[in-house]
């Protein structure tokens, strides 16, 4: 074991040498708390911090943390700690090998082991993909739309980008973004996982937790889509009451209010939709959308947990996908990772399309 392989635990090579060292999971979290320690630090601090930690001065503790950490991320089976843990590992990667990037040859040859472009490439199978033009990198066509799939800005959009025989011209430091979102989806390839039961019954604390974590997090993040189609069942149906002018008890109203706040909505825009409702009234209305949003009281309230939806008898309509969920943030997370940015229409731009129109 190396410490490039501590620093690049989802190498080929890396998972060879562990391989290499005929290392029993199962004996790993029965007997090494050091490992087990470092592996929850890595998930913990991924979904509160955007991180994977501080990495641990052993090299072997670093390295065999990284397996028991999916294994952690298998076992929690919640669909935001699995994209926030290959986002952090992603993110760690893209700072370590920038960093070596720029490592002179002079400097590579008195310092440890390092990675350069040409090896990571290689690793994705995006060697005959590249070509290096000298003043910058062309990426077949194909690699990139893989690649650029989840970036997010118009720049990064097939349209706005230098296409010339199949190829996407890109600067350097593009081309290395495109590679941290290769190294998520490595991290991301095989999760969740069935873990056996001796090894589950290893690891219940680190899992409960995690679960602790993530039961207390804010689970929304910087949204300001509106896809209604998009939402999670339980929102559509108080939403399509709404707009029928039905009758909303006070902590449905409260539960499609903190959505819509959640997912970028302005008061204006809220109390605009709530019109049409027998209990509307613009001044109370938008007071209770101010105050959900902090402006006019010292917290800012987010939507309630799927638990506190079937408490009140507000969930409804359950999918599959909301048999992994566990917050309607989350839900309407995971739909918008999994549509083509392309295909994103909001809301609140097709209706002024509409009124243009008339």
Request: net charge negative; with cysteine; proline share 4%.
């Amino acid at each position: 074991m190396e410490p490039l392989h501590a620093r690049y635990p989802f190498l080929a090579r890396s998972r060879e040498a562990v391989e290499a060292a005929a290392v029993d999971l199962g004996e790993i979290v029965a007997t090494d708390e050091t490992v087990t320690a470092r592996a929850l630090e890595r998930v913990e601090s991924a979904i509160t911090d955007g991180t994977v930690g501080e990495p641990h001065r052993r090299t072997r503790v670093e390295l065999l943390s990284y397996p028991v950490a999916r294994v952690l991320v298998s076992l929690v089976d919640v669909h935001i700690c699995t994209r926030k843990y290959a986002q952090a590992e992603a993110e760690a990667a893209y700072d370590r090998f920038t960093e070596e990037f720029e490592t002179t040859t002079e400097l590579k040859s008195t310092q440890r082991e390092t990675l350069d472009r040409t090896e990571l490439l290689a690793e994705f199978d995006l060697a005959s993909a590249v070509r290096d033009t000298g003043d910058g990198y062309r990426v077949e066509v194909g690699a990139y739309l893989d690649l650029a799939a989840d970036q997010r800005g118009d720049s990064w959009r097939l349209v706005n980008r230098p296409l010339a025989d199949g190829e996407v011209r890109v600067t350097a430091e593009e081309l290395n973004v495109l590679l941290k979102q290769a190294i998520r989806h490595r991290v991301t390839d095989g999760l969740p996982f069935t873990v056996p039961d001796a090894i589950a019954d290893e690891l219940t604390e680190e899992v409960d937790r995690l679960e602790e974590v993530l039961s207390e997090l804010e689970l929304t993040r910087e949204i300001d889509t509106v896809v209604p189609e998009l939402f999670p069942p339980c929102m559509k149906s108080l939403l399509d009451q709404v707009q029928k002018g039905e009758h909303l008890e006070h902590h449905s109203r409260f539960a499609i209010a903190t959505f819509l706040v959640g997912i970028g909505m302005t008061t204006d825009e809220i109390v605009d939709l709530f019109q049409v409702n027998p209990g509307f009234g613009e001044e109370a209305t938008r007071y209770q959308v101010d105050h959900i949003r902090g402006d006019t009281s010292p917290t800012e309230y987010s939507t309630p947990a799927c638990s506190t939806m079937q408490s009140y008898g507000d969930c409804v309509n359950m999918d599959d996908l909301c048999e992994t969920i566990s917050h309607p943030m989350g839900y309407y997370e995971q739909k918008l990772d999994d549509t083509d940015e392309e295909e994103l229409v909001d809301w609140r731009e097709d209706e002024g399309d509409e009124e243009a129109d008339a």
